[in-house]
């Protein structure tokens, strides 16, 4: 089977993901040699790369919202997707089309030659050659896993934020915090700004930037970020003494002021080639939104979906949850992927959780929901936990069981909370 002008999306992405043996080959020679191939034409304007544990995706959406917000024109790429791949490419603020996205994959096709190329190596190039065509202002980009690595680090970004460092991904990353550090440094530059939006990040994150000869920016050093003397409100501060007194961030939490602080110094840092008013700031706050991360769908019984996968995430989730006070009874739809320690995901949760309904995503990736059970054992109490195959069944169970005032959190994945994200319409 080969690609033809008459393929889909669809057709192309499971294609895609048939051309390399293994789902994760990290380097940067193929993207690189692939990369050189596509034509001369370069990204022109400013580049900020976001990676980091947990955070990534919001600071990504503030990064955007305040950009368009001035009124420059953005180029963004995230992943994973929720419901739809078009979700992690946006040209403008909307989702690139398929037919836009087809006509990328070909031309990617026809420079790699018989460079094998992962499904997310090929998602990137494609973001990259779609990017370079539309000319944007400004040109975000998520880092997949990791970063030294990562397909999106074969671009020299202008600036680089971490947002935060946590324990995900250790098989690949390093068991350490230290070690994961390292892997995320990899996308800073010397000379260039390097944001780090995490107070109690690693030492070794720091460490790193410095000895590169990055401008280091962080969170609770070089940048403040404090609660506003009169309340209601926040204050952001660089360190050439600059203040901006903020409204709190539409994104709920604590680490939501975090990664948005990171964002703020990344644009202040590339003031001179795209200055972005407080105005635009104030108003990007208000606008950034991101599905999946606490989103709240109020009603008689109100759904909570949250992509926490991790232990740092569940941490921040129980907090926002705590903040929430539901009036009525909690109870958890939860699955995880089969990488994943899905103790150390609902174990903070517990306290929170009134009944539990353990379940597995359709992707190929996720731990069944009778082995979740199994490594839940004497994590959650017997009584009041439900074992069900399908997301869409838990859902349907935890809902039927629910009376008014009482909410539904779905969390553990991106494909759980895709998942519950379909049942209830998009």
Not at 119 to 145: H, I, M, N, Q, S
Not at 161 to 181: F, K, P
Not at 190 to 203: C, F, K, S
Not at 335 to 359: F, H, I, Q, R, S
Request: proline share 5%; hydrophobic share 50%; with cysteine.
């Amino acid at each position: 089977m080969y690609p033809t002008d008459l393929w889909t999306l669809d057709q192309w992405l499971a294609w895609q993901g048939t051309l390399t043996p293994n789902r994760m080959e990290f380097g940067l020679t193929r993207v690189r040699e692939v990369w050189s191939r596509l034509g001369p034409a370069r990204l022109e304007c400013p580049v900020i790369t976001v990676g980091g544990t947990n955070g990534k995706g919001s600071c990504v959406a503030f990064l955007e919202a305040m950009a368009q917000a001035a009124g420059y024109s953005t180029g963004c790429y995230s992943s994973p997707h929720l419901l739809r791949y078009n979700e992690r490419v946006r040209i403008a603020g909307a989702e690139v089309s398929d037919a836009l996205l087809c006509a990328a994959f070909a031309r990617v096709d026809q420079a790699r030659g018989a460079v094998p190329l992962t499904y997310f190596e090929f998602g990137t190039l494609a973001a990259l050659d779609l990017f370079v065509r539309a000319a944007p202002d400004l040109v975000v980009l998520e880092v997949g896993l990791g970063g030294r690595l990562d397909a999106v680090n074969l671009i020299d970004a202008d600036c680089s934020v971490v947002t935060s460092i946590g324990h995900d991904h250790t098989a690949w990353l390093g068991e350490t915090l230290d070690l994961i550090a390292g892997e995320k440094a990899g996308i800073f530059r010397a000379g260039r700004p390097a944001v780090i939006g995490q107070p109690n990040a690693p030492a070794a994150l720091r460490a790193a930037a410095l000895a590169l000869g990055a401008r280091v920016l962080q969170v609770g050093a070089e940048l403040g970020c404090a609660a506003a003397p009169e309340g209601g409100g926040w204050v952001w501060s660089g360190p050439d003494g600059e203040r901006l007194s903020l409204p709190a961030p539409a994104m709920r939490g604590t680490f939501q002021h975090h990664n948005a602080a990171a964002a703020i110094a990344a644009l202040r840092g590339l003031r001179a080639r795209l200055p972005v008013p407080v105005s635009a700031i104030r108003a990007g706050l208000g606008r950034a939104r991101l599905a999946g991360r606490f989103q709240v769908f109020p009603g008689e019984v109100t759904w909570v979906l949250d992509v926490a996968h991790n232990h740092e995430a569940a941490l921040a989730l129980a907090e926002n949850l705590r903040a929430f006070k539901c009036p009525g009874k909690v109870r958890a739809v939860f699955g995880v992927l089969a990488d994943k320690a899905p103790e150390a995901v609902a174990g903070p949760l517990c306290p929170l959780v009134d009944a539990w309904y353990l379940t597995a995503s359709a992707d190929a990736r996720a731990m069944s929901a009778a082995l979740l059970a199994q490594r839940l054992q004497g994590v959650l109490p017997d009584a009041g936990t439900t074992v069900l195959p399908t997301v869409e069944e838990a859902l349907a169970a935890a809902l039927a069981a629910s009376v008014a005032g009482d909410a539904v959190l779905v969390f553990g994945s991106f494909t759980t909370v895709g998942e519950a994200l379909r049942v209830r319409g998009g």
